[in-house]
């Protein structure tokens, strides 16, 4: 998805740039064309008053399926491994703290100022 934001602003700038017939959009056309192979289904969509608003979708391969989405105990997701996941992706934050921690700075981890919490 990531990639398809990247090439989407790419592509935007060859057509407003008048370079239709280049190897570059060609490229960028394959891409699009090897990621959307195994996309399929429907969606329902609403108008109303100028609104698009999808309404439901419907796909034989969708990688979202219900019955894998449980954080129950089961074949396709063991929730231990999200112990790692957290670890891997907040190790930058621990690094940053432990680093403050050592040099004797202020750590805004140790005691966090509940006090600018507002409540709605």
Not at 12 to 20: E, K, S, T
Not at 24 to 53: C, M, P, S
């Amino acid at each position: 998805m990531h990639f398809k934001d990247m090439i989407a602003v790419k592509y935007a700038d060859l057509v407003y740039n008048g370079q239709w017939f280049t190897p570059l959009r060609e490229a960028l056309d394959a891409f699009v064309r090897v990621t959307q192979e195994h996309v399929t289904g429907t969606v329902r969509l609403k108008l109303y008053k100028g609104n698009v608003i999808v309404a439901g979708r419907k796909a034989p391969r969708s990688l979202y399926r219900e019955d894998y989405a449980s954080f129950g105990k089961m074949d396709v997701y063991d929730q231990t491994d999200a112990t790692g996941f957290i670890n891997l992706f907040g190790l930058p934050m621990k690094v940053e703290a432990l680093v403050d921690m050592e040099g004797g700075a202020p750590n805004k981890w140790r005691s966090p100022d509940y006090s600018t919490f507002k409540r709605d």
